[in-house]
């Protein structure tokens, strides 16, 4: 039992708040597609009952946590890092559990971004009579379901760019002075075990070919921890050129998918000859567990077209995709204004201009940042920039 009666409601509220944030931090990668949502209930200065969602498991975190307080729920304060939802999905309306509990007041973090439930939870608590705190700890709750926020309420994955570079912003040696194959890795292993967290973060990860052709990456989550389904690996690969032999098709298990461009769109002598290239390797990469798809390009482009392989990620279930490629395919996401964060690693070194940049190109127009972080990893740091906010207006 914690001694809280000297410190104000507010910051009592806000220790038990950040007790369910953590909770809530160990559905990452076990709660997509719903949120991460952790719950704590409280009764006299007293942790009765703790959850936190985790999709296989069904339950959402206050069922959970109302399990373990049992009885002592009764008259108890339960603190929710998301708004307790008020409808019939694949569970009953947590709201209502609270209720048939009998808790005496609810503290919730945030609202659910969720249309369907969105201010209907709290009022539905309301009007039981149980007394309803919204707005603890908000923004840190909001951060960790911003690319829920953005897929539950658009359809289309949370995007964010991750590349490391030098402080004078290049993002590898020029090709001529590296070996092949070989990443040469710019910054430390402080930095390089945060973006393995960051992988863990997310439902997928796209590169290039030119990313794959020059570093052969693995693109794997080995951050350690457990996650529901595996890091989805897709490569932008519009002429099928990926190599049967790269790290990414020899380590393939279902979760490698390759994004072509249409053959048929090909015309003249070349089309037939081309489209049976592209055949035997789709039927090559297959026989590896490689899934291929083919997105049309935009008009006047050679690439897929992207917000049409968001769309059909969002339809996969992918809530969120982290970019880790070359300047080509940053300048291409950036161009369509379609990022949502920015996580940048600089290290203390300088390449020059012979050096590769984050960007091919500028964007056509400026990224606005709305708001950003500084963090230190060892002797680097890193940009986190949100360039979106996809959350309804706080009412
Ligand atoms: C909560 N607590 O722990 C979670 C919530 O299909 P269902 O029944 O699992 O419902 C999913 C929706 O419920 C999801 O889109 C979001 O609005 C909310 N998630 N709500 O009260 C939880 N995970
Ligand atoms: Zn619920």
């Known amino acids: 039992m914690v001694d809280l009666s000297s410190k104000s409601?507010?910051?009592?509220?806000?220790?038990?708040?950040?007790?369910?944030?953590?909770?809530?931090?160990?559905?990452?990668?076990?709660?997509s597609p719903n949120p991460t949502v952790g719950c704590v209930i409280v009764q006299d200065?007293?942790?009765?009952?703790?959850?936190?969602?985790?999709?296989?498991r069904r339950d959402h975190a206050e069922v959970v946590a109302l399990r373990e307080a049992g009885e002592l729920a009764?008259?108890?304060?339960?603190?929710?890092t998301l708004e307790p939802c008020s409808h019939y999905g694949r569970t009953g309306p947590c709201a209502d559990a609270l209720i048939a509990a009998g808790v005496g007041s609810v503290v919730v973090a945030t609202a659910d971004a969720n249309p369907t439930v969105h201010g209907r939870g709290m009022e539905r608590l309301r009007q039981a009579g149980i007394?309803?705190?919204v707005g603890i700890l908000e923004t840190s709750a909001r951060r960790?379901?911003?690319?829920?926020?953005?897929?539950?309420?658009?359809?289309?994955?949370?995007?964010?760019?991750?590349?490391?570079?030098?402080?004078?912003?290049?993002?590898?040696?020029?090709a001529s002075s590296r070996i092949r194959g070989e990443i040469a890795w710019i910054t430390g292993p402080e930095s390089r075990q945060q973006?393995?967290?960051?992988?863990?973060?997310?439902?997928a990860v796209i590169t290039g070919i030119g990313t794959v052709l020059s570093d052969d990456p693995l693109l794997t989550d080995r951050s350690g921890l457990p996650r529901r389904r595996p890091l989805l690996r897709i490569v932008l690969d519009s002429e099928l050129r990926l190599p049967l032999e790269s790290k990414l098709v020899q380590s393939a298990k279902d979760d490698l998918l390759v994004i072509c461009t249409n053959p048929c769109?090909?015309?003249?002598?070349h089309a037939s000859a081309n489209s049976q290239i592209h055949e035997q390797r789709i039927a090559a990469l297959a026989a590896a567990g490689v899934t291929v798809k083919q997105i049309i390009p935009d008009p006047g482009k050679t690439s897929p077209a992207l917000p049409e392989l968001l769309r059909q990620l969002g339809e996969m279930q992918?809530?969120?995709?982290?970019?880790?490629?070359?300047?080509?395919v940053n300048a291409s996401f950036l161009d369509a204004a379609l990022v949502d964060r920015l996580f940048l690693f600089y290290a203390p070194s300088m390449l020059g201009a012979d050096g590769l940049p984050l960007i091919e190109k500028a964007p056509s127009q400026k990224p606005g940042v709305r708001d950003f972080t500084l963090h230190r990893y060892g002797s680097d740091f890193a940009f986190e920039g949100r360039l979106t906010d996809p959350w309804p207006v706080q009412s």
Request: charged share 15%; net charge neutral.
């Open 265 to 269: 769109l090909q015309t003249g002598a």
């Open 131 to 133: 007394d309803v705190t």
């Open 144 to 174: 960790l379901n911003d690319a829920f926020a953005k897929y539950i309420s658009t359809g289309f994955p949370y995007v964010t760019i991750k590349s490391a570079m030098t402080l004078d912003g290049r993002i590898a040696p020029p």
């Open 45 to 56: 200065g007293r942790l009765i009952g703790t959850g936190f969602h985790e999709y296989e």
């Open 9 to 31: 409601p507010e910051s009592r509220h806000e220790h038990w708040m950040a007790q369910a944030l953590t909770l809530a931090g160990r559905g990452v990668g076990l709660a």
């Open 195 to 203: 973006v393995q967290l960051l992988r863990h973060s997310v439902d």
């Open 318 to 328: 992918i809530t969120s995709v982290m970019v880790e490629a070359g300047s080509g």
């Open 74 to 80: 009764r008259g108890a304060t339960a603190y929710v």
